[in-house]
C-alpha cells in the first residue's frame, strides 16, 4: 500500500465488508456502498490528479504494475524467447525473442523485475548485466538483418552495479547497445512502463519512437542516488525527484520523449489490462507512421532526433 493512498485503501476495505455483510435491508447496504464506492472514486481522483514527482516514483515501482511478462502475454504473438550473448552466458534480467505484434513480425525485448521473491531474485530484480546488453545487441543485428522492427519495454532501477559486471564490461556494454539501437536499420518503438534508470534503460531505448507510460519515470539517476551525491543523504530524495524532472509531463515538455500513454485512474497497478491495452494501440500507430520504411532515412532520423536532446535553442 503506498502511504497517499491510504485513505482509498481504507474506505475500500469497508466497502469489502459491507459486501460481505448479510441483512435484512439490503437495498440500505447497497445504497452504502454505492455512496462509498463514488467518494473512493472522487478521493482517488483528487490524489492522482496532484501527485508530486516524489509519489509518481513511488506509483512507477509498485509491484503490483504490469511488468514485461505481463505485456508479452497480452500484446505479443507466438513469443519465442532466444537466449544467451554467445560471448559469457544468459541473463534472465533481460529478456528478448521475437514474436508477431498486429500480425507483424517483431523482435521484442525489455527488463522483467518478477512478481515474488523468487522470480525477482532470478531476473535479478530488472538489473542486467554486460551479458543482457549484449543480447540485445545480437538480438537488434538480428532485426536488422531479417528487416524486423523492434519493440522495447524498459522497466528497470539501472544497470546492475555488481563486481562481476564491472570486471565484464558494463560500460562498454551499455555504449555498444545504444550505438546498436542508433544504428538499427529497421523502425525501433519504445515504451517506459515504470522505471527508465540511468544508462541501463536508454541501451535499449535510443529509438525512433519512445513512449511513456503516464505514472513511469525516466532518469540519469533515482532520486536517492543523486540526493545521496549533492545532499550527502537519501533524505532529500524528494528534493532530488523534483530538480530530476523524471515524470512523463517532464520529458514531454523537453522533448525528450514523443508522447504519454494515460493509466487508468490510481495507476496501472489498479487495471493491468487497461495500459498495456493503451501502450499496444500506441505503438501500433507508431510503427504504421514509420511504415514503410528505408534504412538510410531511418538511421539519420534517428540520429538527429537525438543531437537535437542536446542543442541549446
Not at 482517488?44 to 506509483?59: E, F, G, N
Amino acid at each position: 500500500m503506498l502511504e497517499f493512498e491510504k485513505p482509498v485503501i481504507e474506505l475500500e476495505a469497508k466497502i469489502a465488508e459491507l459486501r460481505h455483510m448479510s441483512s435484512d435491508d439490503e437495498i440500505n447496504i447497497a445504497d452504502e456502498i454505492s455512496r462509498m464506492q463514488a467518494k473512493a472514486g472522487r478521493l482517488l481522483s483528487q490524489i492522482y490528479t496532484k501527485l508530486t514527482p516524489a509519489q509518481i516514483v513511488q506509483v512507477a515501482r509498485h509491484p503490483e504494475r504490469p511488468h514485461f511478462s505481463d505485456y508479452i502475454k497480452h500484446m505479443i504473438d507466438d513469443f519465442t524467447p532466444l537466449a544467451g550473448d554467445r560471448l559469457f552466458g544468459e541473463d534472465h534480467a533481460l529478456i528478448g525473442g521475437v514474436g508477431r505484434f498486429k500480425g507483424q513480425s517483431v523482435v521484442v525485448m525489455g527488463q522483467e523485475k518478477g512478481n515474488d521473491t523468487e522470480s525477482r531474485i532470478k531476473h535479478n530484480f530488472g538489473m542486467a548485466r554486460p551479458e543482457g546488453y549484449r543480447k540485445a545487441q545480437r538480438l537488434m543485428e538480428m532485426a536488422s538483418q531479417f528487416q524486423i522492427p523492434v519493440i522495447s519495454l524498459v522497466d528497470t532501477a539501472g544497470a546492475y552495479p555488481g563486481l562481476g559486471a564491472e570486471e565484464r564490461g558494463q560500460s562498454e556494454a551499455i555504449a555498444r547497445s545504444i550505438e546498436s539501437c542508433l544504428k538499427l536499420e529497421v523502425p525501433m518503438l519504445s515504451v517506459v512502463i515504470g522505471e527508465g534508470g540511468s544508462g541501463g534503460a536508454i541501451a535499449i531505448a535510443a529509438a525512433d519512437r519512445i513512449y511513456m507510460l503516464e505514472n513511469s519515470i525516466y532518469s540519469v539517476i533515482s532520486p536517492e542516488g543523486c540526493a545521496s551525491i549533492l545532499w550527502r543523504s537519501a533524505d532529500y530524495a524528494k528534493d532530488a525527484a523534483v530538480a530530476l524532472k523524471l515524470t512523463a509531463k517532464d520529458m514531454l515538455e523537453n522533448g525528450l520523449i514523443d508522447s504519454i500513454i494515460k493509466e487508468p485512474l490510481g495507476g496501472a497497478h489498479r487495471n493491468k489490462k487497461e495500459p498495456i491495452a493503451q501502450a499496444s494501440a500506441e505503438l501500433e500507430k507508431g510503427l504504421k507512421q514509420l511504415t514503410p520504411w528505408k534504412s538510410e532515412k531511418l538511421i539519420a532520423a534517428r540520429e538527429e532526433k537525438f543531437l537535437k536532446m542536446g542543442r541549446a535553442a
